[in-house]
C-alpha cells in the first residue's frame, strides 16, 4: 500500500484516469455476440398421416407383374432413368392403388412436376406433328 492519502489530488486522478482507460477498453471490445441456436441432429419428425406404406404379398405381387408383364414396354422404350420414372413409375403405382385398395401418394411437389413432364410431352408431340398449338392453349385456358 502506498502512504498517500487516498482522497489526495493525485490518487484521484490516478483513480480518474484509470477508470477512462477501463472505460476505453470496454468500448474498444465488440459485446460478445449472442449463443448460436444448436442445430437439431437425427431425422425430423414425420408429418401426421404420412406413415409409409405397407408392402404384403399381393401388393407385391402386382408390382413385379405390372412392371415387367403389363407396363414393360413404357420401361422399355424410356431414354433414360428419369424418362422411365415419369412414364413408367407413375402408372405402375395408380394400377397398384387401385388393384389393392390402397393410397400410394407423392409428395405435392413431386405430383407437380410429375404433371409439368406430362404437359411438356404433350405440347412437344403437338409441335412436332404440327398440329394447331394454339386451339390446344385456348382450350386450356377455359378449363
Known sequence: MSNEDPLSTTAV????????????EDSATPPMPPP????RKGRPPKAKGSEALEWSEPMTAS????RY??????????RNNAT???QGNVTVASAIS???SAINSSP????????????????DQLQTQNNNLAALVEFL???
Do not use: C, H
Open 13 to 24: 486522478a490516478q483513480r480518474a484516469a484509470s477508470a477512462r482507460v477501463d472505460a476505453a
Open 36 to 39: 448460436a441456436k444448436t442445430k
Open 63 to 66: 408390382l413385379m407383374r405390372l
Open 69 to 78: 408383364e403389363t407396363y414393360s414396354s413404357k420401361f422399355l422404350s424410356a
Open 84 to 86: 422411365m420414372q415419369q
Open 98 to 100: 387401385s388393384q389393392q
Open 108 to 123: 405435392p411437389q413431386r405430383l407437380k412436376s410429375v404433371m409439368e413432364a406430362r404437359f411438356a410431352t404433350v405440347i
Open 141 to 143: 385456358r377455359k378449363q
